[in-house]
């Protein structure tokens, strides 16, 4: 095994066929459309695809699920194992269930389900019980057809140590007692509380959301809402709303199953459940607007997206922007460890001297380097955006070394400015002698007095000790 968290996701699956082709012509014996077959594709659904999307992000992912002896159930083994999870299927009785949508044009034309009635799983063997108790994280993705309902299943569920996310279904069981987070969608939670009440999907999620956290003694209910992110119903009285980063109109098969691992690996991490839904629904939004199930298992996920203004490849299109129109670069750097209004000062001093400001922002190792172990008291990703979300600041680069030399080797800024404490027979600027090579100069603006992170945290530290 790796030293990654392993995700189990329990639930039912089944193999989705989609046939893609064109419509050129109505059949002779009938008035329907005929499709051409152009090309078929086979995916995991359900639960499997749960699995399939954790997995597809690098992930250590098991599978306990139900699959008949058949053809289908064959071909979802072999996708599943292809992609490197471990699957440890249940005997299901009749067949495996099948999805199969004719698509012409982007369109479906028609579904075609197989399977029939579902009927329970058998036995489950010792090694699907063991895995649930190794897991870091557990998934049950209900589809209504049997395996949540399963009672040695659920039994090793109600014992298992690791945090729970269950995604209900309407036709499936209620959760076991005591799960982490249970992962309803808005038209779901409306048939769960049987709530035919009116009002906004907010208040509608609030109130179904209290309902069946309470009745099933879950410690959190997260109503995932499409477009409107999602509303988080917990112990307390008020819910928090998480909104989406991006409104897409993509593709949203597969955005629950994305949304609810992703709160499972979060948990796993040591999330709390507030973080955990919001870097689920950031991972939603993502997946739907990055073209949804067809894109996502046709390629890895991407890099997270960089904040807008952060970074050397944003610093390099603005660089190009300014000095295609003959404008000046001025540039700045420091610690930025908790912004103040010193920090303001001297930031807006420095964009008055030419026409975009690029900050060089120490890392958080060369933060420790510089002030010591107990430094920085904020990462770099949140001073990043802290001082890009500044009026007075163009662009954000971090750098990892204990002065900005190598940055502003290939920014080569016009203007570079240091604060105030060079001033009056001050330190040596080691980076003037580097600036003046490509014809830049270097200034020293003014802080405002009595302002400093150090005076700041030993403020704090004295309050402190008084109490």
Same mark, same amino acid.
């Given at each position: ?80 194992? &292809?992609?490197?999870?471990?699957? @440890? ?50 998934? !049950? ?63 509608? &999620? ?56 992703? &709160? ?102 060369? !933060? ?53 404490? @060079? ?8 980076? &003037? ?35």
């Amino acid at each position: 095994m790796s030293g990654r968290p392993l995700l189990v996701v329990v639930g039912d699956t089944l193999l989705d066929r989609d046939v893609e082709g064109a419509v050129r012509r109505i059949a002779p014996d009938a008035p329907a459309p005929v499709l051409d077959e152009e090309h078929v594709a086979e995916r995991p659904g359900g639960a499997g695809l749960a699995a399939l999307l954790a997995a597809r992000h690098g992930h250590d992912v098991a599978l306990v699920t139900a699959l008949a002896d058949d053809a289908a159930g064959a071909r979802l083994s072999e996708l599943l194992t &292809a992609a490197g999870i471990r699957v @440890y299927p249940l005997p299901l009785p009749g067949a495996t269930p099948e999805k199969v949508r004719l698509r012409a044009g982007g369109q479906i034309l028609l579904r075609l389900d197989r399977g029939g009635t579902p009927q329970p799983p058998g036995a489950a063997p010792d090694a699907a019980l063991a895995v649930l108790h190794a897991a870091s994280a557990i998934l !049950v993705s209900d589809y209504g057809r049997g395996v949540a309902r399963h009672p040695q299943l659920r039994g090793a569920l109600q014992d298992a140590k690791a945090p729970i996310v269950w995604d209900p279904h309407p036709n499936g069981p209620a959760p076991v007692p005591n799960v982490r987070l249970v992962t309803p969608n808005v038209a779901e939670v409306r048939r769960l509380a049987d709530d035919a009440g009116s009002g906004s999907t907010l208040a509608t &999620a609030q109130r179904a959301g209290h309902l069946l956290r309470r009745r099933w003694r879950a410690g959190a209910v997260a109503v995932t809402c499409g477009a409107d992110g999602a509303v988080l119903c917990h112990s307390g009285p008020t819910p928090l709303v998480i909104q989406v980063p991006v409104v897409s109109d993509g593709d949203t098969c597969g955005a629950g199953d994305r949304f609810a691992a992703t &709160a499972a690996l979060g948990l796993a991490g040591g999330a709390l459940v507030s973080e955990a839904v919001q870097e689920a629904v950031a991972a939603a939004s993502a997946y739907v607007a990055g073209g949804g199930v067809a894109a996502a298992l046709t390629r890895s996920d991407p890099p997270p997206a960089t904040p807008e203004r952060i970074g050397e490849t944003e610093a390099g299109r603005l660089i190009a922007e300014i000095r295609a129109r003959g404008g000046t670069v001025v540039s700045t750097g420091g610690c930025f460890d908790l912004l103040h209004v010193g920090h303001l000062a001297t930031l807006r001093a420095a964009r008055r001297l030419g026409d975009c400001l690029i900050v060089c922002l120490n890392s958080d190792a060369s !933060v420790t380097r510089l002030k010591g172990p107990d430094r920085p008291l904020n990462g770099e990703t949140d001073r990043s955006r802290l001082l890009a979300a500044l009026d007075c600041v163009d662009a954000v680069v971090v750098f990892d070394e204990p002065t900005p030399e190598a940055v502003l080797s290939w920014l080569r800024p016009d203007v570079w400015v240091k604060g105030g404490d @060079y001033a009056d027979g001050g330190p040596h600027l080691p980076e &003037a002698e580097l600036v003046e090579r490509w014809g830049g100069r270097t200034v020293i603006v003014p802080y405002l007095d009595g302002r400093s992170t150090t005076r700041t945290i030993a403020a704090a530290q004295a309050a402190t000790t008084r109490r």
